[in-house]
């Protein structure tokens, strides 16, 4: 938990992993203060809940990393298909204010 904590930028993830690793140490679960904090998502916190109740948890939490991986990449191409045409057109103006100028 300590580990994850330092490669999360995240500050509220930060202190999630914070509360959670505090409440691991004294024998409680992870999901109660996953579910206390709302910060991520109810289907998350269910698989988080259901690994934990089957023993599963590493399979749980590797199942949640693959839905991630696969949303992340097609939000960042939604981004890069809508930030292509802006800069063409802020190209296209700087080149222009260029040639004006000369």
């Known amino acids: 938990m300590n580990l994850s904590?330092?490669?999360?930028?995240?500050?509220?993830?930060?202190?999630?992993?914070?509360?959670?690793?505090?409440?691991?140490?004294?024998?409680?679960?992870?999901?109660?203060p996953i579910a206390q904090r709302k910060i991520l998502p109810q289907m998350t916190l269910q698989m988080i809940r259901v690994g934990e109740e089957s023993g599963h948890l590493d399979t749980m939490l590797a199942k949640i990393a693959e839905v991630y991986d696969k949303e992340n990449p097609s939000g960042v191409k939604r981004l890069l298909t809508?930030?292509?045409?802006?800069?063409?057109?802020?190209?296209?103006?700087?080149?222009?204010?260029?040639i004006v100028s000369t």
Request: overall charge negative; glycine content about 12%; cysteine-free.
């Open 82 to 98: 809508l930030l292509e045409p802006i800069l063409i057109v802020g190209l296209g103006i700087s080149v222009a204010g260029i």
């Open 5 to 32: 904590k330092e490669v999360v930028a995240n500050r509220k993830l930060s202190e999630l992993l914070d509360k959670a690793s505090e409440d691991l140490k004294h024998g409680r679960g992870l999901a109660e």
